[in-house]
């Protein structure tokens, strides 16, 4: 029994489709496929979102284009049969939704909404697969993996979520189930996301509830490689990473794996395999338990659109604790994702991912106890393994805002 995770670009049009059929009728056994929205779907679906919240009527020219994409797929896949009945229900519901005046909170709109983008996706593949004669079985997910109502970044029951995933998929009926990443419900069905690129998180949610044999991840690159290759050349290959590593890369925001992806997997002692689509039959990348030391390359992740903002105290007070504590919660309240923290006396530095945010209406409730200072489109340069010589090419000729420095880890924020 195994798990296949597919992310946008696998499925971003219908020869993609096509291919991703191909890897999934290559294994014999049981298999769980989790497949993400197709293309930049998600990212259509969010300027939808704005769009639909602020009662801007460009929500129905951002509509059409989402459901014109993926009309194009449909009609490339199912020529004249046209649209899957399945499919069409779910445009019909999304105009619907988008005929409803929306509530108050953001968050929300925003679970309601993006989910579409997977719901659609898997619907065009399931019934893809059916027209193929190959038997499958549709799951929307949001009936079997629960959580909270921290809406945009929901926390996950496990233990109900663990026995409601057992229940669905058991194999009875059929030995390939395909369903959605990113997406959840609450005890009352409404609709939530794991955070954005949660579809990792589903394939080891689902994973380690099954306690399969492994969970591969297919991606547009032969495995996990020593930098991104769009943006660094000379990349090495890495055949293997132990799950420390692996959480390290993730969590100084390596985009190769989602970060919460690697504690279910570890608990349960479940390989995570990065694999390519392109090239389906190299080995790729294997996370795994090692209890042997490996020798690894300088690894580079680069985390670009950070802002740097620095807080001081209006009254010269030196910072605290309490200070800390505050301004956290209050991002935390607030959503942004908090890369970097660095603190003097008296200034409180913090790096975060919030490039859209207006953030001087966000600060505004701290500024009558803080001074506050921010510079915009920074990078977030960590470097796993670092040598003195990497050190001094990353940085000739940069401007470096903040630098720490640990035994196997660098980090630099600086302005390209």
Not at 249 to 271: D, R
């Amino acid at each position: 029994m195994k798990v296949y995770k597919f992310g946008g670009a696998s499925v971003k049009d219908a020869a993609a489709v096509k291919n991703v059929f191909e890897i999934i009728k290559s294994e014999n056994g049981n298999l769980s496929v989790v497949i993400s929205a197709m293309g930049k779907s998600t990212d259509l679906l969010e300027t939808l979102i704005k769009a639909y919240y602020n009662s801007n009527n460009e929500k129905w020219t951002i509509f059409n284009n989402f459901k014109n994409y993926h009309i194009e797929i449909i009609g490339d896949l199912f020529g004249e049969k046209g649209m899957p009945q399945g499919v069409y229900e779910l445009f019909s519901d999304l105009e619907h939704k988008l005929n409803s005046r929306p509530s108050y909170d953001f968050n929300f709109e925003y679970d309601q909404i993006i989910c579409y983008g997977e719901l659609i996706s898997t619907r065009i593949v399931s019934d893809y697969i059916t027209a193929t004669g190959y038997k499958n079985k549709w799951i929307d997910i949001r009936t079997c993996l629960k959580t909270d109502d921290t809406f945009r970044d929901a926390h996950v029951d496990w233990e109900w979520t663990g026995e409601l995933i057992r229940e669905e998929f058991n194999f009875s009926d059929t030995s390939l189930y395909i369903t959605q990443g990113f997406i959840g419900s609450t005890t009352t069905n409404l609709t939530t996301t794991l955070g954005r690129e949660g579809s990792d998180f589903t394939a080891a949610i689902i994973g380690s509830s099954l306690k399969v044999e492994s969970v591969s991840i297919w991606k547009d690159v032969p495995g996990v490689l020593s930098a991104d290759p769009k943006k660094m050349s000379d990349t090495v290959m890495i055949n293997e990473l132990s799950y420390k590593e692996a959480v390290e890369m993730t969590h100084s925001g390596a985009k190769v794996i989602h970060p919460k992806t690697m504690q279910p997997l570890h608990n349960q002692g479940i390989p995570l395999l990065v694999k390519s689509f392109v090239e389906p039959k190299n080995p790729g990348t294997v996370i795994h338990k090692i209890d042997h030391k490996i020798e690894l390359p300088p690894i580079f992740i680069l985390k670009e659109n950070q802002v740097l903002i620095t807080l001081s105290a209006l009254d010269f007070s030196i910072i605290s604790i309490s200070d800390i504590e505050r301004v956290v919660n209050f991002l935390m309240e607030k959503l942004i994702k908090v890369t970097l923290m660095q603190q003097s006396a008296i200034d409180l530095n913090i790096v975060a991912d919030a490039s859209d945010e207006n953030l001087e209406d966000i600060f505004s409730e701290l500024s009558g106890d803080y001074k506050i200072r921010y510079n915009t489109d920074l990078t977030l340069v960590t470097i796993r393994h670092y040598t003195e010589e990497v050190l001094d090419w990353m940085v000739k000729e940069k401007d470096i805002y903040l630098e720490q420095h640990s035994r196997l880890t660098a980090r630099m924020l600086i302005k390209e």
